[in-house]
């Protein structure tokens, strides 16, 4: 190699730092396992927030969403196929062997990931239904710690927003307010649901002295704060 080829290989290895989506460590290798869940067709949502959550994680959701571009850049475009290649395979890893034959073979993770949410993420009204008559239905039985219970709503919560998401505002920052107003809607909602489904033989002067606040106090310091006895 001559001394031109090992300054130009000097600078291109400098134009990845570890915190560039670009990068991949050591232990981010293609037989990596990132999430614990395996996708079996009806499971879709929970690998999606699984993957999603894992991705962000490591700056490289952009891959998937298309939020980071192709780059013009000779080295920075092998990269790029290197990386797309890398979670291509990480998406594989998760999905059970009995339907990987399903999905398209690939080296494009926007293309696998699209593909995934056109086939699986489909908003099924009765799905939705039975989960809504779920949390309905979700109480604090006898014997059962607050825990518990509050860990039955959030799972049930958090199903829902996959199908359901909240409305958000598409203005950077939001100046309108209409994704602050929509969360701070959804915690009352979700305060009131905790509350009522407390136990009322334990719970009940409680929950009326909480309700009666004005303000409402949010459903993170009730559970923290507002209920004595909360893990017993």
């Given at each position: 190699?001559?001394?031109?080829?090992e300054t130009a290989s000097a600078s291109n290895t400098q134009k990845i730092d570890s915190l560039s989506p670009f990068s991949l460590v050591n232990q981010e290798g293609p037989g990596q396992a990132i999430t614990h869940i395996k996708h079996r067709s009806d499971n879709y949502e929970e690998l999606s927030r699984s993957m999603r959550r894992s991705l962000k994680s490591r700056r490289k959701f952009g891959f998937c969403d298309g939020s980071i571009a192709k780059p013009t850049d000779d080295f920075l475009l092998g990269q790029w196929e290197v990386v797309h290649c890398t979670i291509v395979q990480w998406i594989m890893?998760?999905?059970?062997?009995?339907?990987r034959d399903s999905v398209s073979d690939t080296e494009d993770a926007r293309l696998l990931w699209t593909e995934l949410e056109d086939q699986y993420a489909v908003i099924d009204g009765a799905k939705i239904h039975h989960l809504k008559t779920q949390l309905h239905d979700c109480r604090q039985a006898k014997g059962m710690s607050v825990t518990t219970y509050y860990?039955?709503?959030?799972?049930?919560?958090?199903?829902?927003?996959?199908?359901?998401?909240?409305?958000?505002?598409?203005?950077?920052?939001?100046?309108?307010?209409?994704?602050?107003a929509a969360l701070a809607r959804q915690d009352t909602e979700r305060l009131h649901q905790f509350l009522m489904g407390l136990d009322k033989s334990l719970y009940g002067t409680i929950r009326n002295h909480q309700l009666s606040l004005d303000p409402l106090p949010s459903l993170n310091h009730v559970y923290h704060f507002g209920l004595p006895r909360l893990n017993s």
């Amino acid at each position: 190699m001559t001394v031109t080829e090992e300054t130009a290989s000097a600078s291109n290895t400098q134009k990845i730092d570890s915190l560039s989506p670009f990068s991949l460590v050591n232990q981010e290798g293609p037989g990596q396992a990132i999430t614990h869940i395996k996708h079996r067709s009806d499971n879709y949502e929970e690998l999606s927030r699984s993957m999603r959550r894992s991705l962000k994680s490591r700056r490289k959701f952009g891959f998937c969403d298309g939020s980071i571009a192709k780059p013009t850049d000779d080295f920075l475009l092998g990269q790029w196929e290197v990386v797309h290649c890398t979670i291509v395979q990480w998406i594989m890893n998760s999905i059970d062997p009995s339907i990987r034959d399903s999905v398209s073979d690939t080296e494009d993770a926007r293309l696998l990931w699209t593909e995934l949410e056109d086939q699986y993420a489909v908003i099924d009204g009765a799905k939705i239904h039975h989960l809504k008559t779920q949390l309905h239905d979700c109480r604090q039985a006898k014997g059962m710690s607050v825990t518990t219970y509050y860990g039955n709503l959030k799972t049930l919560w958090d199903a829902i927003v996959a199908l359901e998401p909240p409305f958000t505002c598409s203005t950077s920052g939001c100046p309108c307010g209409v994704t602050k107003a929509a969360l701070a809607r959804q915690d009352t909602e979700r305060l009131h649901q905790f509350l009522m489904g407390l136990d009322k033989s334990l719970y009940g002067t409680i929950r009326n002295h909480q309700l009666s606040l004005d303000p409402l106090p949010s459903l993170n310091h009730v559970y923290h704060f507002g209920l004595p006895r909360l893990n017993s």
